[in-house]
């Protein structure tokens, strides 16, 4: 006597009911899984697209009074607010530490809040400006960068700060060539400019080592 064929799993018995109506169905299934999950991607893409707007719409809110305002509260507000945005603000605030007075002192409040955030994004972008040759800060704005790369644990910048601080000791010595070739302005007091930038110096290498 032959033994009885074992019972067939539901999946089968189902698909053997429906015949040659199976393949149809199942492809109206994925079609229809797709089509969901296509217009969930959509969906969020949209949204997405609407967040980066209002961003760059409320960013560019800020840049305007940042380069228009004059009053310090407004601009240090501004400056802040602007940070907030992370990486992406970078950029507007060091164009602002290139202006003279309140700008570029609202820039550096900006910065340091943005520190508080990313210091590891200030920590890669500000020691390469103190060597770069483009000149775009004076020896005020040189001061403050210093004190943020040496504020906010930049230990890998040491070998930058090092041999920025073999330009400032070369300028205190009398021989500022190398280190005027990374200043906006001519220094217009050097003899206490110099030992100023030196001491930021000293002080930034002191606290990362």
């Known amino acids: 006597m032959e033994a009885a064929a074992p019972p067939k799993s539901l999946p089968a018995r189902m698909l053997g009911w429906m015949g040659a109506e199976a393949p149809k169905l199942i492809a109206s ?3 229809l899984v797709l089509g969901f999950w296509i217009k969930d991607s959509v969906d969020l893409a949209i ?6 707007l209002s961003y760059t719409k409320e ?3 800020l840049l305007q009074k940042l380069t228009e305002e004059e009053d310090l509260d407004k601009l240090r507000n501004s400056a802040v607010v602007l ?20 700008h570029a ?11 508080v955030r990313e210091p ?6 500000l020691p390469p400006l103190l060597l770069k040759r483009n000149r775009h800060y004076d020896i005020g704005a040189h001061r403050e960068l210093l004190g943020l790369i040496g504020d906010n644990g930049c230990r890998k910048a040491l070998p930058q700060l090092r041999r920025y601080r073999d330009f400032v000791d070369a300028a205190v010595a009398g021989k500022p ?12 007091a050097p003899a206490e400019a110099y030992p100023r930038l030196k001491q930021a110096v000293d002080e930034a290498i002191t606290n990362l080592e």
């Open 83 to 102: 940070a907030s945005f992370g990486e992406p603000a970078l950029p507007a605030l060091l164009m602002e530490l290139r202006r003279p007075g309140l």
């Open 59 to 61: 960013m560019l809110g």
């Open 120 to 125: 590891q994004t200030l920590c890669r972008v």
């Open 105 to 115: 002192l609202a820039a550096v409040w900006g910065l340091e809040a943005m520190a």
């Open 47 to 52: 949204k997405q697209r609407q967040l980066d």
């Open 177 to 188: 060539a190398e280190l005027g070739q990374r200043l906006r302005d001519e220094v217009a």
């Open 29 to 31: 299934v994925v079609v």
